[in-house]
């Protein structure tokens, strides 16, 4: 029988070349070497975190998320209260929200994993920091024997349409849909409206990484213990929502009720009013936007 089908020897697509081993031992370079970013001043922050006082706080119940601000200049900490549970962190600028976290960009220019020192980058066309990791009490966990480390920000945050994609399932207490919920009830618009205002996030105390055999995204049992806080310096007035993911400790599963979960605190602090002298809100982005015409 004649073959009416075309079929590409996909045999001769993966037969290495001679020289395969010399193409795999050539050298990494860093894509963004991050030297000449602007960097934070710690000790100022450090010092003015001391004269801080709370001026609000929200409890994130498990399983669901809320919404805060934080305006310029003010601090908050993400708390781990009653067991291991890790957060799903949305940024926005307050006041125009189609300025949000860029977690691609922030990795590029970071890694995949974040902590003190380091900072959450906005989107094109402002790319800018909109907050400063000033604190991290698991900062001490480094990067573990499987390449996992905390804080990623490598994943997207769990939704209901990849759960429904891989098991046909309706769970409305992912990330995601929690994170939308939010967002729709704090501005007072339609779940619809809210939606795609709803980005990849911040895994806050999340334990992640790539498998080395397969490149596979893992996660597992998070080291956060209650106590145990990450803590930001807004750098432009923020509006935050932070989920406390139905996953837990992320240790097993997540996208359903199996998972032991707890709540996560947020808390807002302000600095004395002259707390913060040389400290200079983050420019615009100064690319001039021609893109060459
Ligand atoms: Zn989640």
Known sequence: MTKTVF?????????????????????????????????????????????????DEVLVPARD????????????????????????????????????????????????????????????????????????TLGWYGIDQYGGSVHDVIGTRCDPYTGNLL???????????NLTRALADHQGVSLAKAEPHVHDVLNVFMCTGFTRDTGQYFMKASPVRPGDYLEF?????????????????????????????????????APAADALEGWVRPQLNGYDGSHGR
Not at 167 to 177: D, I, N, R
Not at 234 to 246: F, K, M, V
């Open 7 to 55: 079929e590409p020897d996909m045999d001769d697509v993966a037969t290495a070349p001679d020289d395969a081993a010399a193409r795999r031992a050539v050298a990494p370079v860093i894509c963004y070497p991050n030297d000449s970013l602007p960097s934070a001043d710690l000790t100022l922050y450090h010092q003015a975190r001391k004269s801080a006082v709370k001026t």
């Open 65 to 136: 998320a809320a919404c805060f601000e934080v305006p310029a200049g003010h601090f908050f900490r993400i708390s781990s209260v009653d067991g291991p549970q890790v957060g799903d962190l949305n940024l926005w600028n307050r006041d125009d929200l189609s300025e949000r976290f860029y977690s691609g960009k922030t990795r590029a220019l970071h890694g995949t994993h974040i902590t003190t020192g380091e900072r959450m980058w906005t989107s094109f066309p402002q790319l800018r920091p909109m907050a400063t990791i000033t604190h991290d």
């Open 167 to 177: 098991a046909g399932s309706q769970y409305h207490h992912c990330c995601h849909s």
């Open 233 to 269: 310096f807004a750098e432009i007035d923020l509006l935050g929502a932070l989920s406390a993911c139905p996953g837990g400790d992320c240790s097993a599963e997540h996208s359903s009720d199996t998972a032991a979960c707890h709540p996560l605190l947020v808390e807002v602090y």
